[in-house]
């Protein structure tokens, strides 16, 4: 495993991490997720990723009781505030209130006296971003986490969060978290060279794009029993990536991939690696052979040649 520095901080990650959106504290039992996230250690995985907005609440406890037998100096582990964990008018968004209550029920369900990395979910319109920096820089002062990150924000919204914390002398924002991959890839125009110029890591999720990126789903061909694209109720994001355009696409890439001597996976995963900007891919695992197979990735670097022919499939 190679490891990388999260932006410009002193902080080492490794290039591929592990997340929990739609699998730990739901999909997936607690000793498979016990398993998987150690055979990932084992591997040399250092970065655990999960939000309390996960199975509300639910993925950060198992999560929490998978670690819990780990030297806590040995990973880095994440977790998120902004969307809703309850009913009231306060149980949301980015508020002075709800950012400093569910710091505190996330280190409480994580079992943890410190969280090194923390994100704002999304952008709150309806909350003071000096607000929000205020009391996130109150908590890395008071020891409770370490770092601050935000997840699709726009170029814009950093940039508005950059000059506040400038202006109020409050902790920066290190890491970004967006989606990447081959078949999105919106953050090359504005959000990598205004993060890469202000010392922000990217820590992007959904690398694979939602397992489309691996080659089990076919043009013409109906969705694997069992596996996302199957579900009757597909998200947005998952309609785009099954529209036939990519996954004929996709068949070009497993190509390209073969010839040089690579899995799809390990292409699509050193191909988001070969941006200096990225700090992580951050991976979900169902099962430890998954988590297996994604971290042979790391230190894999692409020719020119592979890239040019990458670059002339996707457009």
């Known amino acids: 495993m190679e490891y990388r520095r999260l932006g410009k901080t002193g902080l080492k990650v490794s290039e591929i991490s592990l997340g929990s959106w739609l699998t730990f504290g739901k999909s997936v039992d607690k000793e498979t997720t016990r398993q998987t996230i150690h055979r990932a250690y084992e591997l040399g995985v250092n970065f655990f990723d999960t939000a309390n907005v996960y199975a509300r609440g639910e993925a950060e406890i198992v999560v929490g009781e998978a670690l819990a037998s780990l030297p806590r100096e040995s990973y880095v582990l994440a977790t998120k505030v902004f969307w809703p964990m309850g009913d009231g008018p306060n149980d949301r968004g980015l508020s002075r209130k709800h950012v400093f209550e569910q710091a505190h029920a996330s280190l409480k369900r994580l079992n943890v006296d410190y969280i090194d990395l923390y994100y704002c979910h999304r952008f709150d319109p309806e909350t003071p971003v000096e607000e929000t920096l205020r009391t996130i820089d109150d908590l890395i002062r008071q020891g409770k986490i370490l770092y601050a990150g935000v ?141 297996e197979r994604n971290v042979t990735a790391s230190g894999i670097t692409l020719s020119a040649d592979v890239l040019a022919k990458i670059e002339q499939i996707l457009g």
Do not use: H
């Open 151 to 291: 997840s699709e924000w726009t170029a814009a919204q950093i940039q508005q969060a950059l000059g506040t914390a400038d202006k109020y002398l409050l902790d920066r924002i290190v890491v970004n978290q967006p989606v990447y991959n081959m078949l999105n890839r919106y953050i090359e125009k504005e959000v990598l060279p205004l993060c890469e110029a202000n010392g922000i890591g990217q820590v992007v999720f959904s690398p694979l794009a939602q397992g489309v990126l691996t080659g089990k789903y076919r043009p013409g061909q109906a969705a694997p029993a069992g596996s996302r694209g199957d579900d009757s109720s597909l998200s947005t994001s998952m309609k785009n990536y099954l529209s036939e355009e990519n996954l004929l696409k996709v068949e070009q890439l497993e190509k390209v991939a073969q010839e040089a001597g690579l899995t799809l996976v390990q292409l699509s995963l050193a191909w988001i690696l070969r941006q200096p900007g990225v700090s992580s891919a951050l991976v979900g695992a169902t099962r430890p052979e998954q988590i």
